[in-house]
């Protein structure tokens, strides 16, 4: 524990106190460490502070998306610390997802001193722009002086916090190049100055610099502009993208309750819609059928938050060139993959939400709604029927499931791939508004069990995740997470035992190459893994028993595994079957 005003040992490590303590005073305080020498200093500062949380992480790509897990849930930066070389480097998957997703991190990276750069020395690599456009903005850290004011390594880390938070949140890196002696040895003599400033510093109880910032509220215009195409609107849509924040997902409800327009919900929106009066549960699945892509063309489209994760959706919204889409999102950056958004408001969404609904608007209800029930019933009972005889080993069965099953409130992650689709399209979950999370940002199956674990760490809720084999595969080190948690978790596996994501891909025909080159057999199971981690561990082999051991399971103080031995063949060929009597059978409307 870090001494209230003993004398500081060195230059190194009265840098890396000052470091440290800044970011406690602006309210950073979840450190994510992975050991090595050349970031001892900002390992003992961190060690020594008795404001800081510590995560200790045995290797840097499950400590980074850990740490973005944790970031995401609680929207507050944590400070990753690593050592020299190519430990950085392993940063890199999580500062890709976490920059394209808007989420904080700081990365305190230690680095050789410049003399050792391009010389070849051990474990000496350019550090400076390693991670390209990704991070909001970096600094390459000089070498720790008594002839440098130490006020800027205060005012600097201060700049990082507020660049990973405003405008737009995203990763920062700080390059800390440190000479030797690492440890904590009283190798020198600071001068009185510096002890003197160390002392006052420790005495204060605030940021160095104070910032104020953040989104700010729509304008009467914005309300006024977005109220005028909304009244003279005959046939709306509100769409519901990734919603992060609680408060964004409660202002949702209520605007789809408002409107009375029909009302598509995406995965990470946490939106039930099937509970909502307007809700579209099976859009992605109507648009299938080519009559309806056809005949229903919104005239206003109104989409609160991140994009969708449907791709039909997208190629659909794509022909809509007559359509005006209307986007409201609190992150600044362009997300507009089919170029047709004509009316973009930045602003907290909450708030746009509040205002919007204080005004009085006698709304044109579009003719669509009507069809909704039955469309929506018809829709159920050809996805039962498809599923009816062979749950288990359907991972449509499987999801639609344990997506009833889950606790009410239980935050949710699903992995890419076949997880984040399967509840997209076929789950009907209990409850009204939970929290939905997945990495979309670039939508990659590496580092799920480490971001599912810091997920649970940061909203300090019991958590399900839901990923594939080939995801489990990738991230089998980051068991150790979800072993030291605290935070009970269930992870369910979904073993096809070959990565059937591809059996959705237009290459599945292409059968020369298809199956050596695309899909990835294997007779691996889970159990040993989970055994040498120390995680209890099942593999229901029925329904009923995936129900039993799930709900007992949930009700644990620990953390679990539950594997699941589906079938990636006879999932695809249920989901061919749904969309081919979807097509068969739906009368499109006949109107605009």
Same mark, same amino acid.
């Given at each position: ?252 409800? *209520? %605007?789809?309750?408002? #409107?009375?327009?029909? &009302? ?7 939106? =039930?819609? /099937? @509970? ?67 009316? *973009? %408001?930045?602003?907290? #969404?909450?708030?746009? &939400? ?7 608007? =006698?709304? /044109? @209800? ?67 508004? *939970? ?158």
């Amino acid at each position: 524990m870090q001494q209230p005003s003993g004398m500081v040992e060195n230059i190194n490590i009265f840098w890396a106190q000052l470091a440290i303590s800044v970011c406690v005073h602006n309210g950073v305080t979840c450190f994510v460490i992975s050991p090595g020498s050349r970031s001892t200093p900002l390992t003992v500062a961190a060690a020594r502070h008795p404001k800081v949380t510590l995560r200790r992480a045995y290797d840097e790509r499950g400590a980074a998306y850990w740490a973005l897990g944790w970031a995401r849930a609680t929207g507050k930066p944590a400070v990753l610390i690593a050592t020299s070389g190519t430990a950085v480097a392993n940063y890199l998957p999580a500062v890709v997802e976490a920059s394209q997703e808007g989420i904080p991190l700081l990365l305190f990276t230690a680095d050789r001193p410049p003399e050792l750069r391009d010389t070849a020395a051990n474990q000496t690599i350019q550090q400076p722009g390693i991670f390209g456009t990704y991070v909001r903005w970096q600094f390459d850290m000089p070498t720790p002086s008594v002839a440098i004011d130490p006020r800027m390594v205060l005012t600097t880390v201060e700049q990082a916090i507020f660049r990973s938070q405003t405008p737009y949140p995203g990763p920062v890196h700080i390059n800390w190049m440190f000479r030797e002696p690492l440890a904590p040895l009283a190798t020198e003599t600071l001068p009185e100055t510096l002890q003197q400033f160390w002392q006052w510093w420790q005495q204060q109880r605030k940021p160095f610099t104070e910032y104020r910032a953040g989104v700010h509220p729509p304008t009467k215009d914005d309300i006024r502009q977005v109220k005028h195409y909304l009244l003279n609107s005959r046939n709306g849509l509100l769409v519901l993208g990734g919603l992060h924040r609680a408060e964004d997902r409660q202002a949702a409800w *209520r %605007l789809a309750h408002y #409107l009375r327009w029909p &009302v598509y919900g995406d995965v990470r929106s946490g939106i =039930p819609v /099937h @509970q909502i009066t307007a809700g579209w549960r099976y859009l992605d699945i109507t648009l299938a059928h080519p009559q309806w892509q056809r005949h229903y063309r919104p005239d206003v489209i109104l989409h609160l938050g991140t994009p969708v994760t449907s791709k039909r959706y997208l190629q659909w919204t794509a022909t809509l060139r007559e359509s005006l889409y209307i986007h409201v999102s609190p992150l600044p950056h362009r997300q507009d993959p089919n170029h047709q958004v004509r009316l *973009r %408001l930045y602003c907290d #969404l909450a708030e746009f &939400v509040n205002a919007l609904t204080f005004t009085e608007m =006698p709304l /044109h @209800q579009p003719p669509v709604l009507s069809l909704l029930p039955r469309l929506q019933s018809f829709i159920d009972a050809i996805i039962e029927k498809n599923i009816a005889d062979n749950h288990l080993h359907n991972e449509i069965g499987v999801i639609r499931q344990l997506a009833v099953w889950i606790p009410e409130g239980w935050p949710v992650f699903l992995g890419n791939s076949l997880p984040i689709r399967l509840w997209d399209w076929f789950a009907i979950p209990a409850g009204e508004v *939970r929290a939905i999370f997945a990495n979309r940002g670039a939508s990659g199956i590496d580092g799920l069990i480490a971001t599912a674990s810091g997920i649970a760490a940061g909203v300090q809720q019991p958590l399900t995740a839901i990923i594939g084999d080939i995801a489990t595969i990738h991230d089998l080190n980051s068991l150790i997470h979800l072993k030291e948690s605290s935070i009970p978790m269930v992870l369910i596996i979904l073993n096809n035992a070959e990565g059937g994501i591809f059996r959705w891909l237009p290459i599945a025909g292409v059968l020369d190459v298809f199956e050596q080159h695309f899909l990835t057999p294997h007779t691996f199971n889970f159990r040993k893994i989970a055994e040498m981690f120390g995680i209890p561990y099942g593999a229901p082999r029925t329904l009923k028993g995936f129900q039993k051991i799930y709900r007992q399971w949930v009700r644990q103080p620990d953390n679990r595994i539950i594997e699941i031995r589906t079938r990636s063949a006879e999932t695809y060929r249920s989901y061919e079957k749904i969309l081919e009597a979807v097509r068969h059978a739906l009368e499109p409307p006949h109107h605009k």
